[in-house]
């Protein structure tokens, strides 16, 4: 503290402080706010209040199926890159400690690779003339269409998100100990059993943190769903975008974002809960 | 668990499949990369560097490529200079809304980029920031600083106050306990923070999508542009530069710190 004087907090936390206000809270409360005004033709927006835009938003089912359709997807994206991801977490976590590492690195290494690029390489493997299609076709299938269309988005983004999972589920790993495992081997109990009596409750606070993550990366994803989808999966980030840059009608944009941070509310209330009962269950 | 023959062999080789899904869209772009065809075919036809060559009749996106870096560049220097002295009040200093403080500046990553790229379009035309180095900066502050000050804070949690306590004691006055004592002890959570802000604001689309202007882009903008309207090998052989680079700053930055502690308190 005595390197720190009272007086000169003010001081330091001022520049972070002000790049947020100015980059976020004043953007943040200024979207808000434009989301009760009127979308001209044109893209020109009302001077007044206006109930218009929701009143709008709220009577068009599109826009009910918009967010039907990405909540679902994002709902079915989490529980495949669970599928996908606890065998390999759960590898990682007993693997040798000189692999260890390696493997954890391997995992988390696509984070760091541009979600461009990883597109574009599902692109390469799931393209009416990708790799997977090849194959396919090589061993006497005739493959549905995987890319522009719900099949793609799936398999990219349960693939660009099971890094989060896989994480998340590592963390979570921790609370996991292989002599209560044995115990209960020893003491007769089925591998299916252990799994669904020990392991799966020990595990499930990192289920819980990995489900919400990959959740709501989900729904605010967009690069992926645009991309993958070529313009035919429509979905509540991509409906955003085309609003504001195609259509022009920012109030609608403002509003559709504001339901989409709704639906990020609405995941965390219920990953509190289910955390808080599980965190019950087991004590 | 999983100790039988048949049991953990097929465990393992479930494994090894899922792996394979994981990692295969990165490593298939390497083959793709030297493909001789001009269009994505598999197999490729034939094997040659055409499309590395091809890149350097690309003025497009060699000038985004060198917006991006200088972009990063600029992003990481601010992003240290705000962020440090927050980092020191945070760590060290004891005052009421500390945790509202962080919690307010890490804000930004909860929300979707989609919405922060929106709001910042919609205040950005009004002040005539759009397409403008002064906009792409700011935009990238708002996603950088809470990366760097995450890391800053873990850094300075790890070092002991009792040196500066020590050095102030004997009479050093507070800024140059600073930067005598705290700042070289700092060093490897500033390298640290310094790689993940670079590579952060080097990969950053959507919000960038929102505010590069007609004459001002960035790799990232460019290629998804690019692949948008067509997809050759082109892209592929891009990524395979731009993955070797992200693969170098992480091996820079594992030297230097130990990747798995730096990105430790990051959430996602």
Same mark, same amino acid.
């Given at each position: 503290?005595?390197?720190?004087?009272?007086? $000169?907090?003010?001081?330091?936390?001022?520049?972070?402080?002000?790049?947020?206000?100015?980059?976020?809270?004043?953007?943040?409360?200024?979207?808000?706010?434009?989301?009760?005004?009127?979308?001209?033709?044109?893209?020109?927006?009302?001077?007044?209040?206006?109930?218009?835009?929701?009143?709008?938003?709220?009577?068009?089912?599109?826009?009910?199926?918009?967010?039907?359709?990405?909540?679902?997807?994002?709902?079915?994206?989490?529980?495949?890159?669970?599928?996908?991801?606890?065998?390999?977490?759960?590898?990682?976590?007993?693997?040798?400690?000189?692999?260890?590492?390696?493997?954890?690195?391997?995992?988390?290494?696509?984070?760091?690779?541009? /979600?461009?690029?990883?597109?574009?390489?599902?692109?390469?493997? !799931?393209?009416?003339?990708?790799?997977?299609?090849?194959?396919?076709?090589?061993?006497?299938? %005739?493959?549905?269409?995987?890319?522009?269309?719900?099949?793609?988005?799936?398999?990219?983004?349960?693939?660009?998100?099971?890094?989060?999972?896989?994480?998340?589920?590592?963390?979570?790993?921790?609370?996991?100990? @292989?002599?209560?495992?044995?115990?209960?081997?020893?003491?007769?109990?089925?591998?299916?059993?252990?799994?669904?009596?020990?392991?799966?409750?020990?595990?499930?606070?990192?289920?819980?943190?990995?489900?919400?993550?990959?959740?709501?990366?989900?729904?605010?994803?967009?690069?992926?769903?645009?991309?993958?989808?070529?313009?035919?999966?429509? $979905?509540?980030?991509?409906?955003?975008?085309?609003?504001?840059?195609?259509?022009?009608?920012?109030?609608?944009? /403002?509003?559709?974002?504001?339901?989409?941070?709704?639906?990020?509310?609405?995941?965390?209330?219920?990953?509190?809960?289910?955390?808080?009962?599980?965190?019950?269950?087991?004590? | 668990?999983?100790?039988?023959?048949?049991?953990?062999?097929?465990?393992?080789?479930?494994?090894?499949? !899922?792996?394979?899904?994981?990692?295969?869209?990165?490593?298939?772009?390497?083959?793709?990369?030297?493909?001789?065809?001009?269009?994505?075919?598999?197999?490729?036809?034939?094997?040659?560097?055409?499309?590395?060559?091809?890149?350097?009749? @690309?003025?497009?996106?060699? $000038?985004?490529?060198?917006?991006?870096?200088?972009?990063?560049?600029?992003?990481?220097?601010?992003?240290?200079?705000?962020?440090?002295? %927050?980092?020191?009040?945070?760590?060290?200093? @004891?005052?009421?809304?500390?945790?509202?403080?962080?919690?307010?500046?890490?804000?930004?990553?909860?929300?979707?980029?989609?919405?922060?790229?929106?709001?910042?379009?919609?205040?950005?035309?009004? @002040?005539?920031?759009?397409?403008?180095?002064?906009?792409?900066?700011?935009?990238?502050?708002?996603?950088?600083?809470?990366?760097?000050?995450?890391?800053?804070?873990?850094?300075?949690?790890?070092?002991?106050?009792?040196?500066?306590? /020590?050095?102030?004691?004997?009479?050093?006055?507070?800024?140059?306990?600073?930067?005598?004592?705290?700042?070289?002890?700092?060093?490897?959570?500033?390298?640290?923070?310094?790689?993940?802000?670079?590579?952060?604001?080097?990969?950053?689309?959507?919000?960038?999508?929102?505010?590069?202007?007609?004459?001002?882009?960035?790799?990232?903008?460019? $290629?998804?542009?690019?692949?948008?309207?067509?997809?050759?090998?082109?892209?592929?052989?891009?990524?395979?530069?731009?993955?070797?680079?992200?693969?170098?700053?992480?091996?820079?930055?594992?030297?230097?710190?130990?990747?798995?502690?730096?990105?430790?308190?990051?959430?996602?």
């Amino acid at each position: 503290m005595s390197a720190t004087p009272r007086n $000169l907090l003010p001081l330091l936390v001022l520049p972070a402080v002000a790049v947020n206000l100015f980059t976020f809270l004043w953007p943040m409360l200024n979207l808000a706010g434009l989301s009760f005004r009127e979308g001209l033709p044109g893209g020109g927006i009302g001077a007044a209040f206006s109930l218009a835009t929701w009143g709008d938003l709220l009577a068009d089912e599109f826009y009910l199926e918009i967010l039907l359709r990405s909540v679902g997807m994002a709902l079915g994206i989490t529980g495949l890159a669970l599928l996908a991801s606890y065998p390999i977490a759960f590898f990682v976590h007993r693997a040798d400690a000189r692999w260890r590492n390696l493997l954890v690195v391997a995992c988390i290494s696509p984070l760091l690779i541009s /979600a461009v690029v990883r597109t574009y390489g599902w692109l390469v493997i !799931l393209g009416d003339a990708g790799f997977l299609p090849v194959i396919l076709r090589g061993l006497g299938f %005739a493959p549905p269409r995987l890319v522009f269309n719900m099949t793609g988005v799936v398999i990219g983004l349960v693939e660009i998100l099971m890094p989060y999972m896989i994480l998340s589920l590592l963390a979570g790993f921790g609370r996991l100990n @292989q002599t209560l495992e044995e115990a209960a081997a020893s003491l007769g109990a089925p591998p299916l059993v252990v799994f669904w009596r020990i392991v799966l409750p020990l595990t499930l606070p990192g289920i819980l943190l990995g489900c919400l993550l990959v959740f709501v990366l989900t729904v605010s994803s967009f690069i992926t769903p645009k991309l993958l989808g070529g313009g035919r999966v429509l $979905l509540l980030a991509t409906e955003i975008y085309d609003q504001a840059i195609v259509t022009l009608n920012w109030p609608l944009a /403002a509003a559709l974002s504001l339901i989409a941070l709704g639906v990020f509310g609405a995941a965390l209330l219920v990953y509190g809960r289910i955390s808080r009962a599980a965190e019950r269950s087991i004590a | 668990m999983i100790r039988s023959g048949p049991g953990r062999l097929f465990f393992t080789v479930l494994v090894a499949l !899922l792996f394979l899904f994981l990692l295969g869209p990165v490593l298939l772009v390497f083959p793709l990369s030297f493909a001789a065809d001009s269009v994505i075919t598999w197999p490729p036809s034939g094997f040659s560097v055409k499309w590395y060559l091809a890149l350097l009749g @690309q003025p497009d996106l060699a $000038l985004a490529l060198r917006n991006s870096l200088v972009l990063a560049a600029i992003v990481t220097g601010l992003a240290l200079v705000v962020a440090l002295p %927050a980092a020191v009040a945070i760590g060290r200093g @004891q005052f009421a809304g500390r945790d509202a403080l962080m919690t307010l500046i890490s804000m930004p990553l909860l929300l979707p980029t989609i919405v922060l790229g929106l709001a910042l379009l919609i205040l950005f035309v009004g @002040q005539g920031l759009i397409g403008s180095w002064t906009g792409l900066v700011l935009a990238h502050l708002l996603v950088t600083v809470p990366y760097a000050l995450r890391v800053l804070v873990t850094a300075l949690g790890t070092l002991p106050a009792s040196v500066e306590e /020590a050095a102030s004691s004997l009479g050093a006055p507070a800024l140059s306990v600073f930067f005598r004592i705290t700042l070289p002890l700092m060093a490897p959570g500033l390298i640290a923070a310094a790689a993940i802000v670079f590579l952060v604001s080097f990969d950053e689309v959507v919000i960038t999508l929102f505010i590069v202007g007609p004459k001002l882009t960035t790799l990232p903008v460019a $290629l998804f542009h690019y692949v948008e309207s067509r997809t050759d090998p082109l892209v592929a052989a891009v990524s395979v530069l731009m993955v070797l680079f992200s693969l170098g700053l992480v091996a820079v930055l594992e030297r230097a710190v130990g990747l798995r502690r730096a990105v430790g308190g990051k959430g996602g």
